[in-house]
């Protein structure tokens, strides 16, 4: 089936605009992150939903950033008054975990690249 | 404060010999390391993974190790082929991967043919 998909793979936008990023999560998983991978750093964690309801949230960096999954399938990061230093390439990823014992593989999309001018 | 360190920011290894990827870690908490590899555009994709109750984890030419006294882990590919060129990156976690994973920086592997 198919994989994790984003949208728009390229976002460029002025500082201080407001943003928003999807996700497609592959179909039945129940588990989606969302990172933030800066030059020359490796994909930073900001959040993560189970079902419909985010179980953390504590790499989002400050209110201005928020992510919603409200069916429990499709996410949005939202992101107000963008700043320079939001540009980044934002990573999503989907699971199966379930909570038990064993590792479910995070699957990852292909990003969507956020250029704030 | 970084919880998962390469130190290595780049390899070059010949084709045909082993490539050694190196990893440390500080968080005693992380139960879960993988590692994940990532061609340019591209989201990483999950390589091999190794749990805490374990010191080797072999897959074909990929094998983990795991060095929990010293918090370090590597990675071992032999034989290097050259589509293994690609940014690498180790990852930790706790209860066995199912919860955010925190990355090092990567360090990109070049085979040279």
């Known amino acids: 089936g198919a994989g994790v998909s984003q949208t728009p793979s390229n976002k460029v936008t002025e500082k201080g605009k407001y943003v928003e990023l999807r996700c497609d999560p592959i179909s039945g998983h129940t588990a989606l992150y969302w990172y933030r991978q800066s030059l020359g750093q490796g994909p930073e964690f900001l959040i993560y939903?189970?079902?419909?309801?985010?179980?953390?949230d504590s790499g989002l960096p400050n209110d201005r950033f928020f992510a919603v999954r409200p069916e429990g399938s499709v996410s949005t990061l939202k992101i107000q008054r963008t700043e320079r230093g939001d540009s980044a390439v934002y990573l999503c990823?989907?699971?199966?975990?379930?909570?038990?014992?064993?590792?479910?593989?995070?699957?990852f999309g292909p990003g969507t690249r956020l250029t704030v001018l | 404060d970084q919880q998962v360190k390469q130190n290595s920011p780049s390899l070059s290894v010949q084709e045909g010999r082993i490539s050694i990827l190196n990893c440390d870690y500080t968080n005693s908490m992380f139960d879960y390391f993988l590692w994940y590899k990532k061609y340019p555009a591209e989201g990483p994709t999950f390589l091999i993974s190794?749990?805490?109750?374990?010191d080797k984890n072999e897959d074909g030419r990929f094998t983990v190790f795991l060095n929990k006294s010293a918090k370090h882990l590597s990675l071992h590919i032999v034989p290097s082929q050259p589509g293994d060129s690609a940014v690498y990156f180790c990852a930790a976690s706790s209860n066995f991967g199912n919860e955010k994973l925190t990355f090092g920086t990567g360090t990109r592997l070049t085979i040279i043919p």
């Open positions: 190794i749990s805490s109750i374990k």
């Open positions: 990823a989907s699971s199966n975990a379930l909570g038990l014992a064993e590792y479910n593989e995070q699957f």
């Open positions: 939903f189970q079902g419909t309801g985010a179980a953390d």
